[in-house]
T-cell receptor
Framework: LAKTTQPISMDSYEGQEVNITCSHNNIATNDYITWYQQFPSQGPRFIIQGYKTKVTNEVASLFIPADRKSSTLSLPRVSLSDTAVYYCLVGGNTDKLIFGTGTRLQVFP | DAGITQSPRYKITETGRQVTLMCHQTWSHSYMFWYRQDLGHGLRLIYYSAAADITDKGEVPDGYVVSRSKTENFPLTLESATRSQTSVYFC????????????FGPGTRLTVT
């Protein structure tokens, strides 16, 4: 399983765009990159998944460069309700999910 | 449609007692998972199941037992609870192992005194 490294915490203000970068230098050819969001006292929630280039959904965008050794989760115009822990996971189709400690995002008014 | 539910939501038990945490999903997902979450460790996989009567160990299986007689239920039993098993336990389900899109329950906060 590819190990991931992401910042422990980030601060932002409402209305700003937040970019959380995850490093995964030893990602394998068949590995996908997946991000989860966890609010306090709740279970994690799937946000987005990608393999290469860019993926966008109603919640976020995921940017993956050509070498796939990193990825960036982009949250447009964050609000207070985006305060949560964000997990980056990397793995292939036979791997079990391995969560790290994630990035704690705090959004201020 | 409740999705995935866990019971109890909160439990306090004593060292050495047997405790069973329940998990029920209404999506008919093949895969079900149990995680524990502790400060500083993120989520760690305890056990998972690919189908009824098929279970396998995760990262931290010691001290836990699971069973899956029906697709929708996946109980987790602590045979003899220890203080180190004080944690928040999350159950999850998914269509398959490869999709990486798992759906998590609300969690059970277990305290072992």
């Amino acid at each position: 399983l590819a190990k991931t490294t992401q910042p422990i915490s980030m601060d932002s203000y409402e209305g700003q765009e937040v970019n959380i970068t995850c490093s995964h230098n030893n990602i394998a050819t068949n590995d996908y990159i997946t991000w989860y969001q966890q609010f306090p006292s709740q279970g994690p929630r799937f946000i987005i998944q990608g393999y290469k280039t860019k993926v966008t959904n109603e919640v976020a965008s995921l940017f993956i460069p050509a070498d796939r050794k990193s990825s960036t989760l982009s949250l447009p115009r964050v609000s207070l309700s985006d305060t949560a822990v964000y997990y980056c996971l990397v793995g292939g189709n036979t791997d079990k999910l391995i969560f790290g400690t994630g990035t704690r995002l705090q959004v201020f008014p | 449609d409740a999705g995935i539910t866990q019971s109890p939501r909160y439990k306090i038990t004593e060292t050495g007692r047997q405790v069973t945490l329940m998990c029920h999903q209404t999506w008919s997902h093949s895969y079900m998972f149990w995680y524990r979450q502790d400060l500083g460790h993120g989520l760690r996989l305890i056990y998972y199941s690919a189908a009824a009567d098929i279970t396998d160990k995760g990262e931290v299986p010691d001290g836990y037992v699971v069973s899956r007689s029906k697709t929708e239920n996946f109980p987790l039993t602590l045979e003899s609870a220890t203080r180190s098993q004080t944690s928040v336990y999350f159950c999850a389900s998914g269509r398959d192992l490869s999709s990486y899109e798992q759906y998590f329950g609300p969690g059970t906060r277990l305290t072992v005194t």
